[in-house]
């Protein structure tokens, strides 16, 4: 019987991961992207971007691992572990780096610049986005750390 670790691919505590990391990027593109004329700015492209490449590999995963769940047999090989592996380690650092430069730029854009660049409600939406951008981080820096942590148990099986 293979050992379970929590939060690895194919359990519960990865479902709610990869859902989660859904949830925050589509938050983060809403508050990014309706109503509001973000591709002035190349962080906030970069972000919209990012979140883009977040939402199809999150959901995809998300899929496995409720199949996986559902069937009670996760699927453990380890080149598919390892590809996980590599693209979560991937896209956790570009979302980090999106999350970073967007906040940046809309604290400069309230301290520094003031109402010249955007108003109260538009700089808030800023923030938010790039809010929801670091709590979909969070939840992708751990799926990506569970999965570290699965991939060398696989090469003693």
Excluded: H
């Excluded at 519960?12 to 509001?36: I, K, T, Y």
């Excluded at 591709?39 to 970069?46: D, E, L």
């Excluded at 971007?49 to 559902?70: C, E, H, N, Q, R």
């Excluded at 951008?133 to 060398?152: R, V």
């Amino acid at each position: 019987m293979e050992e379970e670790f929590p939060g690895a691919i194919g359990t519960s505590a990865s479902l709610a991961l990869r859902l989660g990391q859904a949830v925050f990027s589509v938050a983060s593109l809403l508050f990014m992207c309706v109503g509001v004329e973000f591709y002035a700015y190349t962080s906030f492209c970069f972000l919209v971007t990012i979140k883009g490449l977040t939402i199809p590999w999150s959901l995809t995963l998300a899929m496995v691992d409720a199949f996986s769940v559902f069937v009670k047999r996760p699927s453990r090989q380890v080149q598919i572990v390892f590809i996980i592996v590599i693209g979560d380690w991937v896209l956790s650092f570009l979302s980090l780096a999106a999350a970073c430069s967007t906040a940046s730029v809309a604290d400069f854009m309230i301290t520094e610049a003031g109402a010249f660049f955007c108003g109260k409600k538009l700089c808030s939406r800023y923030q938010l986005s790039a809010a929801m951008a670091f709590l979909s981080w969070c939840l992708s820096i751990g799926s990506g750390l569970f999965n570290l942590w699965l991939l060398p148990s696989l090469y003693n099986l």
